[in-house]
């Protein structure tokens, strides 16, 4: 050992600015890889992420779905869309339980003490927890297809629609850094986590027709961003008028984007 | 430091800190801490839990602002410049803060890739420093695998990936069982050799002794002592030497008869009387004669010579 000690200083490393866009890019790749990899040496994560809305699937599709008319519509084809919103929103818990456990662990800490750019934690965070939400996604459409669930429009659209599904999530994973950063451990994350998304997903359209509602939820269900998202999502997977649709979705997913990250990136900053 | 003058800060320290102050809502705070540590030597940061011995090293590794004062490491102001003095340090933690889900090797790799080596010095680095820490058998394992010990040495290779000139560890022994802390010592001890600046905070006086130079010790966020641990420990002073009697009668009359010894009268059912040893040998046949002469029989006799824990103890009254 000790025999040729590698030479750090100062040629094979940049002493120049640490802080540039390209390092940005590159240490929040190098945590997305790291948080990647996180989710691939456990991967019953990802099965445990597919088990909840699976049993929602059962349970609306077998147990109420017989109760529930939705006026023109296959239920199943309304139901699904919803259940692929609620996944995604569920799915982006994570990002609040990973961040927090890095932080109860002590591992923020040694990341902030490194010349690493400042905002790539959380950038890495939540894109491994995007591309995570894809596979879960990929996966609902597969359990969706098996029980009964058919697209009605082409294949670039049903795209789309994933797009969006994986916009939220992505929109939905900053709002839930800001909870991580806040919280001192996995378990407090979770517990924060679900009054937040209860309201959201279910006051909203994802399972049923708002219109049935008393009249002081109708507003808040039909003009929040899960029932937004849902909508977007049918209309892009089942037909009828898109364009609108998928605009105030995407409204959505970039105004809490854009709003929420830059204080999240503070947040660690201060934290 | 005599006082708080800046132009103390000179091109040989390595970290200098000067009436540090952060205040919190509960305890850990810091009321004007000041330091200095001479580029190569060893600072031993000694005090009970929540004195604010971590939120110092969090002050100085710049993942927390100072209310107030100054502190400069490696050259770089922490708040001016942190980037530059991240560049220059090496932080192990209290917790050992490694990533459970991926190797040692993995470990190793990314906190070099987020220093900003290229892949393959990282790559290199990694592979020296499973080497060193004797680690390579494990490096391709998940650390949740890994030991108490092995996680600590991992976290402490992690610290060291870029050669830091100054690496601050904070308890890097809390939790370790005997065998791994003598480990840890030794590799601790080793890099010291190699001329690297040290600021160590932990609770066992044992390590202060034995790994720095200088201690300071804080309490309740404020500098109650420092020196060298033969000073620390000359403060306290003497040797003492304890007698123990049959009962608390004769303890109780034997420590009036060697009042003039400076003799502290033994508590209620004590049976133990305690002086200071001034003067050596000639002084414990003086007390034993003055005893012999009173026909006060001595059962026990020790010399206790003061430790660093008497220090610590009689300085914040805490174990």
């Keep these: 050992m000790n025999t040729a000690p590698t030479e750090i200083r100062p040629t094979a490393r940049s002493v120049a600015a640490d802080d540039g866009v390209l390092w940005a890019v590159r240490d929040t790749l190098a945590m997305t890889w790291r948080n990647l990899t996180t989710i691939r040496r456990v991967p019953q994560l990802l099965v445990f992420a597919i088990i909840q809305p699976t049993i929602f699937v059962l349970m609306f599709r077998y147990v109420f779905g017989g109760s529930i008319t939705i006026p023109g519509i296959n239920y199943v084809d309304y139901l699904m869309p919803g259940i692929f919103v609620q996944t995604c929103a569920f799915g982006a818990i994570n990002t609040a339980v990973g961040l927090a456990e890095d932080k109860g662990k002590g591992l923020l800490e040694r990341l902030r003490s490194l010349p690493m750019s400042r905002s790539a934690v959380l950038g890495g965070r939540v894109l491994a927890d995007t591309t995570r939400n894809v596979f879960v996604v990929l996966l609902m459409l597969a359990i969706g297809y098996a029980v009964g669930f058919r697209t009605h429009t082409n294949a670039i659209m049903v795209l789309l629609g994933v797009g969006l599904l994986v916009l939220f999530g992505f929109a939905l994973s900053w709002i839930f850094a800001l909870i991580g950063l806040s919280v001192t451990n996995g378990e407090a994350a979770q517990a924060a986590a679900f009054p937040l998304l209860a309201p959201l997903v279910f006051a909203s359209n994802a399972f049923v027709d708002p219109s049935k509602m008393p009249g002081w939820l109708r507003g808040w269900a039909r003009h929040q961003p899960v029932s937004a998202a849902a909508d977007a999502v049918r209309a892009c997977m089942l037909g009828g008028p898109t364009a609108t649709k998928v605009l105030t979705a995407m409204a959505w997913s970039f105004g809490i984007s854009l709003v929420i990250a830059p204080i999240a990136v503070r947040r660690y900053h201060h934290a | ?319």
């Design chain 2, 1 to 319: 430091m005599v006082n708080g003058v800046p132009s103390s800060i000179t091109s040989t320290s390595s970290i200098t800190a000067e009436g540090l102050v952060k205040h919190f809502a509960d305890v850990h705070a810091v009321n004007g801490v000041s330091l200095d540590v001479p580029t190569g030597t060893v600072l031993g940061l000694l005090g009970p839990n929540g004195a604010g011995k971590t939120t110092v090293v969090r002050i100085l590794t710049t993942t927390l602002h100072p209310d107030a004062g100054r502190a400069v490491v490696a050259g770089h102001d922490v708040v001016a410049s942190p980037q530059a003095v991240r560049r220059s340090i090496g932080l192990a933690g209290q917790y050992a803060a490694v990533d459970e889900n991926l190797t040692g090797r993995e470990n190793l790799t990314l906190v070099g890739r987020l220093s900003h080596l290229t892949k393959s010095v990282a790559a290199r680095r990694a592979v020296e420093l499973l080497d060193q820490f004797h680690l390579s058998d494990a490096g391709n394992r998940p650390a949740r695998t890994y030991s108490g010990g092995m996680r600590r040495r991992l976290d402490l290779a992690a610290a060291l990936v870029t050669h830091p000139p100054v690496l601050l560890l904070d308890e890097p022994t809390a939790g370790l069982d005997p065998a791994s802390r003598q480990d840890l010592w030794e590799v601790i001890g080793n890099l010291v050799a190699d001329g690297t600046t040290v600021l160590l905070t932990t609770q066992y006086l044992e390590e202060a002794d034995r790994l720095a130079d200088r201690i300071v010790v804080i309490d309740k966020g404020l500098v109650v002592a420092e020196g060298t641990a033969a000073e620390l420990k000359s403060r306290l002073g003497e040797t003492t030497l304890a007698l123990g009697f049959a009962d608390v009668e004769s303890a109780t009359l034997a420590a009036v008869r060697l009042a003039d010894f400076n003799a502290v009268r033994p508590a209620t059912a004590e049976t133990t009387v305690r002086l200071p040893l001034r003067g050596g040998a000639r002084v414990v046949r003086d007390v034993l004669n003055r005893l012999a002469d009173a026909g006060i029989e001595v059962g026990r006799l020790d010399l206790h010579e003061p430790t660093l824990d008497d220090v610590f103890l009689s300085l914040t009254g805490t174990p």
